[in-house]
């Protein structure tokens, strides 16, 4: 979708009049239709790099490893309100960073497109404006590209990634209102009977296989060792039963709260396409239904679980 | 122990609670309640934490995987804490496991939280009482995200 | 045979009340040595009655019970209970005093608490911890959190029937227990006798005794309590059913010259609305709650927001005088007469009547006391702090006062008596012996498990037998035992043969609750060299026999869990040793008026070292533009001997013309960086003392304020009767208006010295121009406690008292142009007359709020600590730690702290002295033994445990990139630990780790 020379060229720019010591950004991957995360430390290199509407992975995860170092960075939304969680929590320092923002169009749901349009290939798409264009051998398929939202982008708020160093141009498309979908799944399904509910998260995550492919694509999973494998104390075992698969995502909610910015990588990371948007998506709701806060929006709010005020509700202490 | 026993849901089935309470309220509530000889169902099984704020979800979760069919964190009213405000923290913590418990299908009732003072000795006995009844409502934990076999009820 | 015990102590306290207690507290605190004489069986006072306590609504006994844990675990202080002073004599320093100790005749140490003596004694007498509203035995504790934690004998009634000797399971009973006299020498003596209610049955009017729905508020409280005679049930006593209809009728017996109790009672207001709003939380239905009074008096921090909060949920006050209650059917009616006029009957199902306080007396101690106030009470003065005293009355005999007051007091009388003992004593307190411990580490757990059968309190429903036996197959237990009562003597000494028999390195003893028995285990295996922590309990008395009787299979089960819980647990227990942290033995004093000047000089007089310092290039703050103390005594000597008295004592530094620019450290060791004439120095010390005061407020565009120089405020007025009175003299026509910008929407709090200072200023002007007519415009004249008696002179002298409301508040007209003899008009609305009148007034008094310093978020950020909603700085606790901050080793002194007069501020400042002297005595500060500890490893020192410690111990290394626990300032309560997402953080001995195991126990 982006210029791939233009992108290739404001980037190689930035790298060396800003002194960088890299950029993250997306170079194409191996597997069709998944970009992967690339450091580019290299004048030479910046060719490689791509942004298209598969470019899914939050990039703000690559940064731990770069502390210390004057990096660039490619940042959606989603991706700058990640980095800002981040430096609330010390984990990098802002002035060691140069955010490059892109005005996210919305990524595209990969899954979606390869079961409608099985061994769909990368160069096979092309992206225009609010269009998508599919050459099948030979013959071209135009799709509305609002139809194809991964379900995390339909309802994202917050697009245009804000307080970067370098803006690149808005891209010929009509930005899609954030719609209430996500909301609206995850109230249904709050509103359905416990039975029924609980018997759709048993379905859910029973899939799981506790490979933690949600954990490590995650930003905010750096902890040096996971609850998962702590042995003193041990929470739980590595076998994927029931008890440790729920206590498992239960606590990484719970460690998510008031931190996960919906970018939708950890659902589009799991092989077992486990809906992982439906649990987060209530925690989002839920930690902005009561303590009225939004991640990844300033740095100097402290997040809900780190403070309390003497007026939260009591509704649960009986 | 009584394991079997305890997860067959027969008549004689009593529930199993873990009751986590914070050592300057809510354990001399339930000191109290000794003291003054008020007699409660024997269910409950005492974790003596200095504050309800020491309190996880792991710690909650962790009990009723280890086998106790429901959990009770007490602590302090609030304004009352040892720790100046470590149950205004545990309150906000609590509520979004409690929300999150709920929304994937855990029955409330599995999960307690209570604000007991050093003088609610009575009052202590009744919420042992209530929360008993309530899990026994319910029937035993058998785990998560394991389908509650048979057609059994619980009408206590 | 006469038994004569000769004691030597530092103090004596008598009373043993929330104010004896803190006093002796503040006093062991400074490493003297205490006897705390209380003449009833227990400590706690009429804390201990009281349900909840106003404005926060905490539980009374949940914040009062480990006050008196702490005194009865004090070492300094020796509690003497059923104790009466005879004879006093001596002299400051030296004194000699002859005291009784009544016969408990139970022996403490081996009483159980279990009851069964009160359950067998056949003689009733009336329970006075209930205020008699249900019987109590011969032989009774009266509460459950009593300390000492034993019954006792009322001699008076008991029939010496033996048949609570034969009742005892632990021979705990001698009913041939004889009196003892206590030969104390001292040097010096605290009065903490406090208050009773006033005698009312006089005032027949009211129907008390007469109907049995008419009660005292003391009574009212049991009511309320959860522990009273009907379990927290309020009830109507004639019918048993929940009161529809409340009345609380005020100033019964206070504020009534007739009656001969002319003061005001200073609590009533507030304890009255506490009530109402209990009530309506009690109540299932809607209880409608009508308080009579004549004026709403809620001066104190955070009274009027409780007072808003009432009107908020529907407490309705009328502002009357009830006449009369008589009967009416079922109900009673109440006779009054409204504002508006005539008279009103009204029915309800309740009377509670807030009777007003009387101090206690002594003859035989009141004689050592050189200064008596109005009343009865044993006021202090201001001239009192120049010179240490052998003397000093505190609490509610002192005046009537609240409980954060009385705490005040006692602090402040702490210091002022300790001061007489630097010469004698050594300064600085060494820490406790610490026996040598072995070395466990390394060495594979050997846990004895010690079963109880507490005579047979736990053994009548516990399988003893078969827990022991039990115990026997848990991991690492190498030996399990029963004892018959685990705390006797002689049980600590088979624990000790136990430990070397079988060489344990871990003990548990199943009994009853850690809270009350812990200590006493862990001394005796320290005893043996085994760090107290290798140690744990399982209630399995509270917790199992005394609540399960009637399910001695599931107890006995239960018990079995709870041993394998605290099994499991205890295995993996290491010692711990509480860190010690070295003391700077200096103060830092911050802010030079009043408050700062008294704290200054009560720690330099304790023999430490004190920096001082002002902002201002002149000591005295506020203090220099009041004429006088509200008794009258003049401030300018006072302030200037104060003055000297600093300025001449060689351990006080004065830093004038300087600011702190920084400020570091913990409590033991704080870093302050100043800023001065001679530019940047710095500075270390132990204790840090915010006094940095407030200021009137200047209410611009108010009442014209700055629009005419004859409209001023009251502070202003102070200056001219001080400087300029031939300037008054001519003056004919005085407003003033009170509440000028207090209890507003904005400012939601009442500045307490207001009404006060208006007529104190009023009757000066009366004396300087008698012929003037002045006008007082108030909401309700707050003269609280003895300040009554100015009110009723102001009255009869002339001074005219109109009320406003604030809906319609006075109007002043200045005048368009400014001469001099033009009078302003000033337009009052008198609502009980529902007329307008105008006084054209030739001088308008305004009475400004008191408001905190706009630079006090800086100072509260350095000190780390936090300020109120109005921008005061917050105390730790609203009724037990009133000068003490959330920060420890930070105390407040005066205004700072919110509004108060001069001679409560340099009561506080006193209190805040002692507190800092607390620190300042000891070599060394010994740490909490469980804090939490940082395994760096895994730390990502994203900051979380920093901002939820509640303690400021947690700090992030920059550098490192992890967090580092300041084990000063860590209190163990394991928030940290809970919130770390990376199990970075631990807390020894109740870890993560431990409660897995002991949850896996539980399993089997």
Same mark, same amino acid.
């Given at each position: 979708?982006?210029?791939?020379?233009?992108?290739?060229?404001?980037?190689?720019?930035?790298?060396? =009049?800003?002194?960088?010591?890299?950029?993250?950004?997306?170079?194409?991957?191996?597997?069709?239709?998944?970009?992967?995360?690339?450091?580019?430390?290299?004048?030479?290199?910046?060719?490689?790099?791509?942004?298209?509407?598969?470019?899914?992975?939050?990039?703000?995860?690559?940064?731990? =490893?770069? =502390?210390?170092?004057?990096?660039?960075?490619?940042?959606?939304?989603?991706?700058? =309100?990640?980095?800002?969680?981040?430096?609330?929590?010390?984990?990098?320092?802002?002035?060691?960073?140069?955010?490059?923002?892109?005005?996210?169009?919305?990524?595209?749901?990969?899954?979606?497109?390869?079961?409608?349009?099985?061994?769909?290939?990368?160069?096979?798409?092309?992206?225009?404006?609010?269009?998508?264009?599919?050459?099948?051998?030979?013959?071209?398929?135009?799709?509305?590209?609002?139809?194809?939202?991964?379900?995390?982008?339909?309802?994202?708020?917050?697009?245009?990634?804000?307080?970067?160093?370098?803006?690149?141009?808005?891209?010929?498309?009509?930005?899609?209102?954030?719609?209430?979908?996500?909301?609206?799944?995850?109230?249904?399904?709050?509103?359905?009977?416990?039975?029924?509910?609980?018997?759709?998260?048993?379905?859910?995550?029973?899939?799981?296989?506790?490979?933690?492919?949600?954990?490590?694509?995650?930003?905010?999973?750096?902890?040096?060792?996971?609850?998962?494998?702590?042995?003193?104390?041990?929470?739980?075992?590595?076998?994927?039963?029931?008890?440790?698969?729920?206590?498992?995502?239960?606590?990484?909610?719970?460690?998510?709260?008031?931190?996960?910015?919906?970018?939708?990588?950890?659902?589009?990371?799991?092989?077992? +396409?486990?809906?992982?948007?439906?649990?987060?998506?209530?925690?989002?709701?839920?930690?902005?239904?009561?303590?009225?806060?939004?991640?990844?929006?300033?740095?100097?709010?402290?997040?809900?679980?780190? +403070?309390?005020?003497? +007026?939260?509700?009591?509704? +649960?202490?009986? | 122990?009584?394991?079997?026993?305890?997860?067959?849901?027969?008549?004689?089935?009593?529930?199993?609670?873990?009751?986590?309470?914070?050592?300057?309220?809510?354990?001399?509530?339930?000191?109290?309640?000794?003291?003054?000889?008020?007699?409660?169902?024997?269910?409950?099984?005492?974790?003596?934490?200095?504050?309800?704020?020491?309190?996880?979800?792991?710690?909650?979760?962790?009990?009723?995987?280890?086998?106790?069919?429901?959990?009770?964190?007490?602590?302090?009213?609030?304004?009352?804490?040892?720790?100046?405000?470590?149950?205004?923290?545990?309150?906000?913590?609590?509520?979004?496991?409690?929300?999150?418990?709920?929304?994937?299908?855990?029955?409330?009732?599995?999960?307690?939280?209570?604000?007991?003072?050093?003088?609610?000795?009575?009052?202590?006995?009744?919420?042992?009482?209530?929360?008993?009844?309530?899990?026994?409502?319910?029937?035993?934990?058998?785990?998560?995200?394991?389908?509650?076999?048979?057609?059994?009820?619980?009408?206590? | 045979?006469?038994?004569?015990?000769?004691?030597?102590?530092?103090?004596?306290?008598?009373?043993?009340?929330?104010?004896?207690?803190?006093?002796?507290?503040?006093?062991?605190?400074?490493?003297?040595?205490?006897?705390?004489?209380?003449?009833?069986?227990?400590?706690?006072?009429?804390?201990?009655?009281?349900?909840?306590?106003?404005?926060?609504?905490?539980?009374?006994?949940?914040?009062?019970?480990?006050?008196?844990?702490?005194?009865?675990?004090?070492?300094?202080?020796?509690?003497?209970?059923? *104790?009466?002073?005879?004879?006093?004599?001596?002299?400051?320093?030296?004194?000699?005093?002859?005291?009784?100790?009544?016969?408990?005749?139970?022996?403490?140490?081996?009483?159980?608490?279990?009851?069964?003596?009160?359950?067998?004694?056949?003689?009733?007498?009336?329970?006075?911890?209930?205020?008699?509203?249900?019987?109590?035995?011969?032989?009774?504790?009266?509460?459950?959190?009593?300390?000492?934690?034993?019954?006792?004998?009322?001699?008076?009634?008991?029939?010496?029937?033996?048949?609570?000797?034969?009742?005892?399971?632990?021979?705990?009973?001698?009913?041939?227990?004889?009196?003892?006299?206590?030969?104390?020498?001292?040097?010096?003596?605290?009065?903490?006798?406090?208050?009773?209610?006033?005698?009312?049955?006089?005032?027949?009017?009211?129907?008390?005794?007469?109907?049995?729905?008419?009660?005292?508020?003391?009574?009212?409280?049991?009511?309320?309590?959860?522990?009273?005679? /009907?379990?927290?049930?309020?009830?109507?006593?004639?019918?048993?059913?929940?009161?529809?209809?409340?009345?609380?009728?005020?100033?019964?017996?206070?504020?009534?010259?007739?009656?001969?109790?002319?003061?005001?009672?200073?609590?009533?207001?507030?304890?009255?609305?506490?009530?109402?709003?209990?009530?309506?939380?009690?109540?299932?239905?809607?209880?409608?709650?009508?308080?009579?009074?004549?004026?709403?008096?809620?001066?104190?921090?955070?009274?009027?927001?409780?007072?808003?909060?009432?009107?908020?949920?529907?407490?309705?006050?009328?502002?009357?005088?009830?006449?009369?209650? /008589?009967?009416?059917?079922?109900?009673?009616?109440?006779?009054?007469?409204?504002? &508006?006029?005539?008279?009103?009957?009204?029915?309800?199902?309740?009377?509670?009547?807030?009777?007003?306080?009387?101090?206690?007396?002594?003859?035989?101690?009141?004689?050592?006391?050189?200064?008596?106030?109005?009343?009865?009470?044993?006021?202090?003065?201001?001239?009192?702090?120049?010179?240490?005293?052998?003397?000093?009355?505190?609490?509610?005999?002192?005046?009537?006062?609240?409980?954060?007051?009385?705490?005040?007091?006692?602090?402040?009388?702490?210091?002022?008596?300790?001061?007489?003992?630097?010469?004698?004593?050594?300064?600085?307190?060494?820490?406790?012996?610490?026996?040598?411990?072995?070395?466990?580490?390394?060495?594979?757990?050997?846990?004895?498990?010690?079963?109880?059968?507490?005579?047979?309190?736990?053994?009548?429903?516990?399988?003893?037998?078969?827990?022991?036996?039990?115990?026997?197959?848990?991991?690492?237990?190498?030996?399990?035992?029963?004892?018959?009562?685990?705390?006797?003597?002689?049980?600590?000494?088979?624990?000790?043969?136990?430990?070397?028999?079988?060489?344990? $390195?871990?003990?548990?003893?199943?009994?009853?609750?850690?809270?009350?028995?812990?200590?006493?285990?862990?001394?005796?295996?320290?005893?043996?060299?085994?760090?107290?922590?290798?140690?744990?309990?399982?209630?399995?008395?509270?917790?199992?026999?005394?609540?399960?009787?009637?399910?001695?299979?599931?107890?006995?089960?239960?018990?079995?869990?709870?041993?394998?819980?605290?099994?499991?647990?205890?295995? /993996?227990?290491?010692?711990?040793?509480?860190?010690?942290?070295?003391? $700077?033995?200096?103060?830092?004093?911050?802010?030079?008026?009043?408050?700062?000047?008294?704290?200054?000089?009560?720690?330099?007089?304790?023999?430490?070292?004190? *920096?001082?310092?002002?902002?201002?290039?002149?000591?005295?703050?506020?203090?220099?533009?009041?004429?006088?103390?509200?008794?009258?005594?003049?401030?300018?000597?006072?302030?200037?001997?104060?003055?000297?008295?600093?300025?001449?004592?060689?351990?006080? &530094?004065?830093?004038?013309?300087?600011?702190?620019?920084?400020?570091?450290?913990?409590?033991?060791?704080?870093?302050?960086?100043?800023?001065?004439?001679?530019?940047?120095?710095?500075?270390?010390?132990?204790?840090?003392?915010?006094?940095?005061?407030?200021?009137?407020?200047?209410?611009?565009?108010?009442?014209?304020?700055?629009?005419?120089?004859?409209?001023?405020?009251?502070?202003?007025?102070?200056?001219?009767?001080?400087?300029?009175?031939?300037?008054?003299?001519?003056?004919?026509?005085?407003?003033?208006?009170?509440?000028?910008?207090?209890?507003?929407?904005?400012?939601?709090?009442?500045?307490?010295?207001?009404? *006060?200072?208006?007529?104190?200023?009023?009757?000066?002007?009366?004396?300087?121009?008698?012929?003037?007519?002045?006008?007082?415009?108030?909401?309700?004249?707050?003269?609280?406690?003895?300040?009554?008696?100015?009110?009723?002179?102001?009255?009869?002298?002339?001074?005219?008292?109109?009320?406003?409301?604030?809906?319609?508040?006075?109007?002043?007209?200045?005048?368009?142009?400014?001469?001099?003899?033009?009078?302003?008009?000033?337009?009052?609305?008198?609502?009980?007359?529902?007329? /307008?009148?105008?006084?054209?007034?030739?001088?308008?008094?305004?009475?400004?709020?008191?408001?905190?310093?706009?630079?006090?978020?800086?100072?509260?950020?350095?000190?780390?600590?936090?300020?109120?909603?109005?921008?005061?700085?917050?105390?730790?606790?609203?009724?037990?730690?009133?000068?003490?901050?959330?920060?420890?080793?930070?105390?407040?002194?005066?205004?700072?702290?919110?509004?108060?007069?001069?001679?409560?501020?340099?009561?506080?400042?006193?209190?805040?002295?002692?507190?800092?002297?607390?620190?300042?005595?000891?070599?060394?500060?010994?740490?909490?033994?469980?804090?939490?500890?940082?395994?760096?490893?895994?730390?990502?020192?994203?900051?979380?445990?920093?901002?939820?410690?509640?303690?400021?111990?947690?700090?992030?290394?920059?550098?490192?990139?992890?967090?580092?626990?300041?084990?000063?300032?860590?209190?163990?309560?394991?928030?940290?630990?809970?919130?770390?997402?990376?199990?970075?953080?631990?807390?020894?001995? *109740?870890?993560?780790?431990?409660?897995?195991?002991?949850?896996?126990?539980?399993?089997?």
């Amino acid at each position: 979708m982006t210029d791939k020379v233009s992108l290739a060229r404001t980037l190689q720019e930035v790298f060396q =009049r800003e002194g960088l010591d890299g950029v993250i950004g997306y170079a194409a991957g191996t597997t069709p239709l998944r970009p992967r995360p690339t450091v580019v430390t290299k004048p030479e290199a910046f060719d490689s790099l791509v942004f298209d509407g598969f470019c899914v992975q939050n990039l703000a995860n690559y940064l731990h =490893r770069h =502390r210390g170092k004057r990096m660039g960075i490619l940042v959606k939304g989603c991706d700058r =309100r990640a980095v800002r969680v981040l430096v609330q929590e010390k984990q990098i320092a802002r002035e060691d960073l140069y955010l490059i923002g892109i005005p996210c169009p919305g990524m595209l749901n990969r899954s979606q497109l390869l079961e409608e349009y099985p061994g769909l290939q990368g160069d096979q798409v092309a992206e225009e404006g609010d269009t998508l264009y599919l050459e099948l051998s030979g013959n071209r398929v135009t799709l509305s590209r609002v139809d194809y939202l991964l379900p995390t982008c339909r309802a994202c708020r917050h697009r245009v990634p804000d307080d970067v160093d370098l803006l690149l141009d808005p891209l010929p498309f009509t930005s899609p209102e954030a719609d209430g979908s996500l909301a609206d799944e995850v109230k249904s399904i709050a509103e359905m009977e416990g039975e029924e509910r609980a018997g759709l998260f048993r379905e859910e995550l029973s899939r799981c296989i506790l490979c933690y492919a949600c954990r490590n694509v995650c930003p905010f999973c750096y902890c040096e060792t996971c609850f998962t494998d702590s042995l003193q104390p041990a929470w739980m075992t590595p076998a994927p039963e029931p008890d440790n698969i729920f206590f498992y995502h239960v606590n990484r909610m719970m460690h998510m709260a008031g931190r996960c910015v919906t970018c939708g990588s950890c659902e589009w990371a799991c092989p077992e +396409h486990i809906q992982l948007r439906l649990l987060y998506g209530k925690l989002v709701a839920d930690v902005e239904e009561l303590f009225a806060y939004e991640p990844g929006l300033d740095e100097t709010t402290p997040q809900p679980l780190s +403070h309390f005020s003497e +007026h939260d509700p009591d509704e +649960h202490i009986g | 122990m009584a394991e079997q026993a305890h997860k067959t849901g027969t008549s004689s089935w009593e529930p199993r609670i873990v009751a986590f309470l914070c050592r300057w309220c809510s354990y001399a509530g339930a000191d109290l309640a000794g003291v003054s000889r008020i007699s409660y169902p024997p269910t409950t099984r005492v974790i003596l934490v200095p504050c309800s704020s020491r309190i996880s979800p792991y710690h909650i979760l962790k009990a009723l995987i280890e086998g106790a069919d429901g959990v009770l964190v007490s602590g302090c009213h609030p304004g009352d804490c040892h720790y100046l405000t470590g149950n205004l923290l545990a309150r906000r913590r609590f509520i979004l496991l409690k929300r999150l418990l709920a929304y994937l299908g855990i029955e409330e009732a599995r999960v307690k939280f209570s604000w007991i003072s050093a003088s609610e000795g009575e009052e202590f006995a009744q919420l042992i009482r209530e929360v008993t009844e309530e899990v026994r409502a319910i029937g035993p934990f058998h785990g998560f995200l394991r389908e509650v076999p048979g057609e059994e009820t619980h009408d206590g | 045979m006469v038994r004569l015990k000769r004691l030597t102590v530092n103090f004596l306290v008598v009373g043993g009340g929330i104010s004896g207690m803190q006093a002796a507290l503040d006093m062991a605190e400074m490493g003297l040595k205490v006897v705390l004489a209380e003449a009833t069986p227990s400590i706690g006072g009429h804390m201990a009655q009281l349900d909840k306590t106003f404005p926060t609504n905490d539980c009374s006994m949940c914040i009062l019970s480990p006050k008196m844990v702490a005194c009865g675990r004090d070492p300094m202080i020796d509690i003497r209970t059923l *104790t009466e002073v005879l004879e006093v004599k001596g002299k400051p320093g030296r004194y000699e005093i002859l005291l009784r100790e009544a016969p408990r005749k139970v022996d403490p140490r081996k009483c159980l608490g279990c009851g069964a003596c009160a359950k067998a004694c056949p003689t009733e007498r009336p329970g006075t911890f209930d205020e008699e509203l249900v019987t109590a035995k011969a032989i009774d504790r009266p509460f459950p959190q009593a300390y000492p934690n034993a019954y006792a004998i009322d001699e008076t009634v008991c029939i010496r029937c033996g048949k609570c000797v034969e009742a005892c399971p632990a021979g705990a009973i001698d009913l041939d227990a004889e009196e003892t006299f206590l030969y104390l020498k001292a040097e010096g003596i605290v009065w903490a006798g406090g208050y009773r209610l006033g005698n009312i049955d006089a005032l027949t009017q009211y129907g008390y005794r007469q109907f049995e729905d008419v009660i005292t508020s003391l009574e009212m409280e049991r009511f309320l309590s959860s522990s009273g005679p /009907t379990g927290g049930k309020l009830l109507v006593p004639s019918t048993g059913k929940e009161p529809e209809r409340i009345a609380f009728l005020q100033c019964v017996g206070s504020r009534d010259v007739r009656f001969g109790r002319p003061y005001c009672s200073s609590v009533c207001c507030t304890y009255a609305i506490k009530e109402a709003l209990l009530a309506k939380e009690h109540c299932s239905g809607t209880v409608a709650t009508r308080i009579f009074y004549m004026d709403i008096r809620t001066q104190g921090k955070g009274f009027e927001r409780y007072y808003m909060r009432a009107e908020r949920e529907g407490v309705e006050f009328i502002r009357s005088r009830v006449f009369r209650v /008589t009967k009416g059917g079922a109900q009673l009616v109440l006779t009054y007469s409204p504002e &508006t006029g005539g008279v009103r009957e009204e029915a309800f199902d309740l009377v509670v009547l807030s009777v007003g306080m009387v101090p206690q007396t002594h003859s035989s101690l009141e004689t050592a006391f050189p200064r008596r106030g109005p009343y009865g009470y044993f006021r202090q003065i201001p001239d009192q702090i120049l010179e240490a005293q052998g003397c000093v009355a505190i609490g509610a005999t002192a005046c009537p006062r609240d409980i954060p007051e009385s705490v005040v007091s006692a602090g402040g009388a702490a210091l002022q008596v300790a001061s007489l003992a630097r010469t004698r004593e050594s300064r600085v307190v060494p820490p406790p012996v610490r026996w040598d411990e072995r070395n466990t580490a390394g060495t594979p757990p050997r846990i004895g498990v010690f079963v109880c059968h507490c005579g047979t309190n736990i053994a009548s429903v516990v399988a003893v037998k078969e827990v022991r036996e039990f115990a026997k197959t848990l991991p690492n237990v190498v030996y399990a035992g029963e004892l018959l009562y685990a705390c006797s003597e002689d049980s600590q000494a088979t624990i000790q043969k136990m430990i070397d028999k079988h060489d344990l $390195n871990r003990v548990i003893v199943a009994s009853c609750s850690p809270r009350t028995h812990a200590p006493l285990f862990q001394e005796t295996i320290h005893q043996k060299g085994l760090n107290p922590a290798l140690f744990e309990m399982a209630n399995i008395r509270d917790q199992c026999s005394w609540v399960h009787s009637d399910a001695p299979r599931e107890a006995t089960e239960k018990a079995k869990e709870l041993v394998a819980m605290a099994v499991a647990k205890v295995r /993996t227990h290491r010692p711990l040793i509480p860190q010690t942290l070295e003391v $700077n033995h200096k103060a830092l004093v911050i802010g030079g008026g009043l408050a700062g000047l008294s704290a200054a000089l009560g720690i330099a007089r304790k023999g430490f070292g004190v *920096t001082l310092v002002e902002q201002a290039d002149r000591l005295g703050g506020m203090a220099i533009h009041h004429r006088q103390f509200w008794d009258g005594r003049p401030v300018a000597p006072f302030l200037e001997a104060l003055e000297a008295a600093v300025r001449g004592n060689d351990l006080v &530094t004065v830093r004038t013309a300087t600011r702190i620019t920084d400020l570091s450290g913990y409590k033991g060791n704080f870093e302050a960086t100043f800023h001065g004439e001679n530019g940047e120095t710095k500075g270390t010390f132990g204790a840090v003392i915010i006094a940095t005061g407030a200021n009137e407020w200047q209410p611009k565009g108010m009442y014209g304020f700055g629009q005419d120089e004859r409209i001023l405020t009251q502070t202003a007025l102070s200056d001219l009767i001080e400087q300029s009175p031939e300037r008054l003299k001519r003056l004919r026509r005085i407003v003033m208006i009170q509440c000028v910008g207090s209890r507003t929407e904005e400012r939601p709090y009442c500045s307490r010295v207001c009404c *006060t200072h208006a007529i104190q200023n009023a009757l000066a002007l009366n004396q300087i121009a008698p012929e003037a007519q002045i006008v007082i415009a108030y909401r309700d004249i707050r003269t609280y406690g003895l300040r009554e008696d100015l009110y009723r002179t102001a009255r009869e002298k002339g001074i005219l008292f109109v009320r406003y409301d604030p809906e319609r508040p006075p109007e002043v007209a200045v005048p368009e142009d400014r001469e001099i003899t033009r009078p302003i008009p000033v337009r009052l609305y008198d609502p009980i007359l529902e007329t /307008t009148f105008e006084v054209p007034a030739q001088m308008v008094v305004l009475a400004a709020a008191t408001v905190p310093l706009e630079t006090n978020r800086e100072l509260a950020q350095m000190a780390k600590v936090t300020l109120d909603p109005d921008g005061f700085f917050l105390e730790a606790h609203a009724k037990l730690r009133p000068v003490d901050c959330a920060m420890e080793g930070v105390f407040l002194a005066g205004t700072a702290q919110g509004p108060k007069d001069m001679g409560e501020t340099i009561e506080q400042a006193f209190a805040a002295a002692a507190r800092a002297c607390g620190i300042l005595s000891k070599q060394a500060l010994e740490g909490e033994a469980s804090v939490a500890e940082v395994d760096t490893s895994r730390c990502a020192g994203c900051g979380l445990c920093e901002l939820v410690c509640p303690f400021h111990a947690i700090t992030i290394d920059d550098s490192k990139q992890v967090s580092v626990v300041n084990a000063a300032l860590c209190k163990g309560c394991g928030a940290c630990v809970a919130s770390c997402r990376n199990g970075a953080l631990h807390l020894p001995n *109740t870890d993560d780790a431990q409660m897995v195991d002991m949850l896996k126990a539980l399993n089997g």
